[in-house]
């Protein structure tokens, strides 16, 4: 059976910005497949190329054994398609644009009637169905989205960024709408920079990061690669770079620390990864203690996919975010390595 999406060395530029270095990965029929990674990661045009909403430079993209790039109108028919940005008419009413977009799609009158019916049940929104669009709430507007999305049977549903901006309780609806998609047997194919949203919903992910897919596998796997459980530590709520320094230097020596990074964007925080189930925080406070530095603050947890990301480039997913949006100055993020 082929591979319901399948990205072979992806690369696209816009001008002199490389928005795709190389990216690979496969989603199996009948998975949710997760695009983890900040703003400006290269996610959407990843998503774009897939969609045939853009041409690739070079490199394959394959959906349902269907080329994006030599087969576009074909590859259209295997998708649902639902952007970052809902685009909907304020003067039609919910029902009126489902109607529209199965015109869209040259479904018959008499499969429209009962597709309409079908997604406005799955999704809770016939109290919704006629009523202006521009009387929705952000919620409701990403449902009806969903819904056109769905409403043609694609093979592969295509979600950008599905949740971004909503409220609590709508993700929950939103989850568990993907969640009946995929025992329906619909492959989802989503990206996201939430990483709570990936590690609950997504059967396998790919982590990208400025272009690149840096790792690929179940969240689970990807956690267990990083190795022990991990250990927040900060010498004073803003620390010196030379005490941050000597404070990871008599860290890394001790045989339970397996790695230690400072994380000059977090106000030169250490970051150790540590042998599971071991007395880590005793033995860092005794060590820290016979060397006269002070703990502002210690915390130990086990794996998450920020450290999966951290671990690959020395900065987290929100140090990433705060980046993109200029508010921190990527070139004071850095990944301190004793050997």
Same mark, same amino acid.
């Given at each position: 059976?082929?591979?319901?999406?399948?990205?072979?060395?992806?690369?696209?530029?816009?001008?002199?910005? @490389?928005?795709?270095?190389?990216?690979?990965?496969?989603?199996?029929?009948?998975?949710?497949?997760?695009?983890?990674?900040?703003?400006?990661?290269?996610?959407?045009?990843?998503?774009?190329?897939?969609?045939?909403?853009?041409?690739?430079?070079?490199?394959?993209?394959?959906?349902?054994?269907?080329?994006?790039?030599?087969?576009?109108?074909?590859?259209?028919?295997?998708?649902?398609?639902?952007?970052?940005?809902?685009?909907?008419?304020?003067?039609?009413?919910?029902?009126?644009?489902?109607?529209?977009?199965?015109?869209?799609?040259?479904?018959?009158?008499?499969?429209?009637?009962?597709?309409?019916?079908?997604? /406005?049940?799955?999704?809770?929104?016939?109290?919704?169905?006629?009523?202006?669009?521009?009387?929705?709430?952000?919620?409701?507007?990403?449902?009806?989205? /969903?819904?056109?999305?769905?409403?043609?049977?694609?093979?592969?549903?295509?979600?950008?960024?599905?949740?971004?901006?909503?409220?609590?309780?709508?993700?929950?609806?939103?989850?568990?709408?993907?969640?009946?998609?995929?025992?329906?047997?619909?492959?989802?194919?989503?990206?996201?920079?939430?990483?709570?949203?990936?590690?609950?919903?997504?059967?396998?992910?790919?982590?990208?990061?400025?272009?690149?897919?840096?790792?690929?596998?179940?969240?689970?796997?990807?956690?267990?690669?990083?190795?022990?459980?991990?250990?927040?530590?900060?010498?004073?709520?803003?620390?010196?770079?030379?005490?941050?320094?000597?404070?990871?230097?008599?860290?890394?020596?001790?045989?339970?620390?397996?790695?230690?990074?400072?994380?000059?964007?977090?106000?030169?925080?250490?970051? /150790?990864?540590?042998?599971?189930?071991?007395?880590?925080?005793?033995?860092?406070?005794?060590?820290?203690?016979?060397?006269?530095?002070?703990?502002?603050?210690?915390?130990?947890?086990?794996?998450?996919?920020?450290?999966?990301?951290?671990?690959?480039?020395?900065?987290?997913?929100?140090?990433?975010?705060?980046?993109?949006?200029?508010?921190? @100055?990527?070139?004071?993020?850095?990944?301190?390595?004793?050997?």
């Amino acid at each position: 059976m082929a591979a319901a999406v399948f990205v072979e060395k992806l690369q696209k530029r816009y001008g002199s910005v @490389d928005a795709v270095k190389d990216v690979s990965f496969q989603v199996e029929p009948g998975e949710i497949f997760g695009l983890l990674g900040p703003n400006g990661a290269g996610k959407t045009t990843i998503i774009r190329c897939l969609c045939t909403l853009a041409l690739p430079d070079s490199g394959r993209v394959e959906v349902c054994g269907l080329s994006a790039i030599a087969q576009p109108r074909l590859v259209r028919q295997q998708l649902g398609y639902v952007a970052q940005e809902v685009a909907l008419d304020k003067m039609l009413t919910g029902r009126e644009m489902l109607q529209l977009q199965a015109a869209l799609y040259h479904l018959p009158r008499p499969l429209t009637r009962t597709r309409i019916e079908t997604v /406005l049940d799955l999704l809770g929104l016939q109290e919704w169905a006629d009523k202006k669009t521009g009387t929705y709430s952000g919620g409701i507007r990403k449902r009806l989205d /969903l819904a056109a999305g769905l409403l043609h049977q694609p093979a592969v549903l295509v979600l950008d960024e599905p949740t971004a901006g909503l409220d609590i309780e709508s993700r929950v609806v939103m989850w568990n709408f993907l969640r009946q998609v995929r025992q329906a047997g619909t492959t989802v194919l989503m990206t996201s920079h939430y990483l709570e949203e990936i590690d609950a919903l997504a059967d396998r992910v790919a982590i990208v990061d400025r272009g690149v897919a840096i790792a690929t596998g179940t969240p689970a796997e990807l956690k267990t690669r990083v190795g022990g459980d991990r250990i927040t530590l900060r010498i004073r709520e803003f620390s010196p770079t030379e005490e941050a320094e000597k404070a990871r230097s008599l860290l890394q020596a001790l045989p339970l620390v397996q790695e230690a990074i400072v994380n000059s964007a977090q106000g030169n925080s250490l970051n /150790l990864v540590v042998t599971p189930q071991s007395e880590a925080i005793v033995a860092i406070q005794d060590t820290l203690r016979h060397a006269n530095l002070p703990i502002f603050g210690i915390a130990q947890s086990q794996p998450s996919l920020d450290d999966v990301y951290l671990a690959a480039t020395g900065r987290t997913l929100l140090d990433a975010e705060l980046a993109a949006a200029g508010m921190r @100055d990527p070139k004071t993020e850095r990944k301190q390595n004793m050997r």
